[in-house]
């Protein structure tokens, strides 16, 4: 079965401009998690989304952020305007349901911010 | 509020030794608990968890956990570590809930095996 896939794996791009990080959950899953992961704060929740509805996004670090999910299969991280501090690895999860507890992690995105 | 608080950032061993990696927790109500294993460029694994029940889990890979409840540690351990163990290794947290299982990370510890 194909895990979670998350494009690109690699995005560089300067500041100012507007970044699309795309995630595509398991099948079946109905929760999905938006993480970003960086040196000095470690892995951060940003957004949480049940059925395809956002739970809780009290992880977006400001309204430069925001995610989308249209449905069970697919959801979309966006930045606009990027900047320098966004650089980073975001990560997607799914998992089967509310009470479920294992989340499977996607192989992430790098994001370069020059 | 819950917070995870892995003791040390880095662990550097040799292979064949045996390895602990140490993980305390502060939570106001009672919790899951889950270590997961980062390899180099790849996303989190579910290396084992903590539901209820026996308070030593078996993992993947030879690893085991031991739940501490008065002393709110969940160590993991590994009594002879492989050089293909060397990776990042996160302890984590579920509060029981209603329905909402947000698992909140540690810092996480760098395993380095030398030959």
């Known amino acids: 079965d194909a895990g979670v896939i998350q494009s690109p794996r690699h995005e560089v791009t300067e500041m100012g401009q507007e970044v699309t990080l795309r995630c595509k959950p398991i099948s079946g899953h109905n929760s999905l998690f938006w993480y970003r992961q960086t040196m000095m704060r470690g892995l951060e929740l940003l957004i949480y989304f049940n059925n395809n509805v956002p739970i809780d996004d009290s992880g977006m670090p400001e309204d430069r952020f925001s995610a989308k999910m249209p449905n069970a299969s697919f959801s979309t991280l966006k930045i606009q305007p990027s900047e320098p501090r966004d650089s980073a690895v975001y990560f997607c999860?799914?998992?089967?349901?509310?009470?479920?507890?294992?989340?499977?992690f996607g192989p992430g995105t790098r994001l370069t911010v020059t | 509020a819950q917070s995870v608080t892995q003791l040390d950032s880095q662990v550097p061993v040799f292979e064949e030794a045996p390895v602990e990696l140490r993980c305390n927790y502060s939570?106001?109500?009672?919790?899951?608990l889950f270590w997961y294993v980062q390899y180099p460029n790849q996303g989190l694994q579910l290396l084992l968890k903590?539901?209820?029940?026996?308070?030593l889990v078996k993992g993947i890979n030879g690893f085991e956990a031991e739940f501490n409840k008065s002393q709110t540690s969940f160590h993991l351990r590994k009594p002879s570590v492989h050089i293909s163990d060397t990776a990042e290794y996160f302890c984590a947290v579920s509060p029981f809930s209603g329905g909402y299982n947000k698992l909140i990370f540690g810092a996480g510890t760098r395993l380095a095996v030398h030959p």
């Open positions: 999860a799914s998992r089967l349901g509310q009470r479920s507890y294992e989340q499977y």
């Open positions: 939570s106001s109500v009672s919790v899951y």
């Open positions: 903590y539901l209820s029940g026996s308070t």
